[in-house]
């Protein structure tokens, strides 16, 4: 069964730091570009991240540049997302997403005091 | 970044109503459009790439459109397990993009 499964979510200060994994299962991790997108309470989706297969071509969303670093380690099948200098609008379930189709069940993270 | 104008934002429809949304891109993207759904509590499910493809196993009551940087999705007879948001997602460039999301209720 394709499957992603991201870890690593809960409740942090302003300020403080969270890295998240997502494991992938039932394919081939390495031959797939990945992305992070996430979801504030009650909104719609944002795409923050895009890996490439190799892990050499990055992107990122202007409200998470400078502050997020996207990783990957294809040898164990895992994305990452290291997320430092958290704000409240952080505030949203996480997603890895391969090209569209396969997407984790979300891990949610909270920024608040 | 390419911007995506999803309308409407929410509608109310009867079980077996055509019910159509329209995505709107700022700039070309060819035909590099996704559909999704989400039910509440549950990640996005992709339902059409391409503009138009369906994804093995959607109802083929689900479909999608184009005509230059406007984007349809229909749902041709609506089905009360259809209740969900659905959302446009360009992927010409990036950051990719999502519309803004449409809720559809049954009335």
């Known amino acids: 069964e394709v499957q992603l499964v991201e870890s690593g979510g809960g409740l942090v200060q302003p300020g403080g730091s969270l890295r998240l994994s997502c494991e992938a299962s039932?394919?081939?991790?390495?031959?797939?570009?990945m992305n992070w997108v996430r979801q504030a309470p009650g909104r719609g989706l944002e795409w923050i991240s895009y890996?490439?297969?190799?892990?050499?071509?990055?992107y990122y969303a202007d409200s998470v540049k400078g502050r997020f670093i996207i990783s990957r380690d294809n040898a164990n099948n895992s994305l990452y997302l290291q997320m430092n200098s958290l704000r409240a609008e952080d505030t949203a379930v996480y997603y890895c997403?391969?090209?569209?189709?396969?997407w984790g069940q979300g891990t949610l993270v909270t920024v608040s005091s | 970044d390419i911007q995506m104008t999803q309308s409407p934002s929410s509608l109310s429809a009867s079980v077996g109503d055509r019910v159509t949304i329209t995505c709107q891109a700022s700039?070309?993207?060819?035909?590099?459009l996704n559909w999704y759904q989400q039910k509440p509590g549950k990640a996005p499910k992709l339902l059409i790439n391409?503009?138009?493809n369906l994804e093995t196993g959607v109802p083929s009551r689900f479909s999608g459109s184009a005509s230059g940087t406007d984007f349809t999705f229909t749902i041709s007879s609506l089905q009360p397990e259809d209740i969900a948001t659905y959302y446009c997602?360009?992927?010409?460039?990036?950051?990719?993009?999502f519309g803004g999301g449409t809720k559809v209720e049954i009335k």
């Open positions: 997602q360009q992927y010409a460039n990036l950051p990719q993009t």
């Open positions: 997403v391969d090209g569209a189709v396969t």
């Open positions: 039932g394919f081939a991790f390495s031959s797939f570009e």
């Open positions: 391409d503009a138009s």
């Open positions: 890996i490439s297969k190799s892990g050499s071509i990055i």
């Open positions: 700039q070309d993207i060819s035909n590099y």
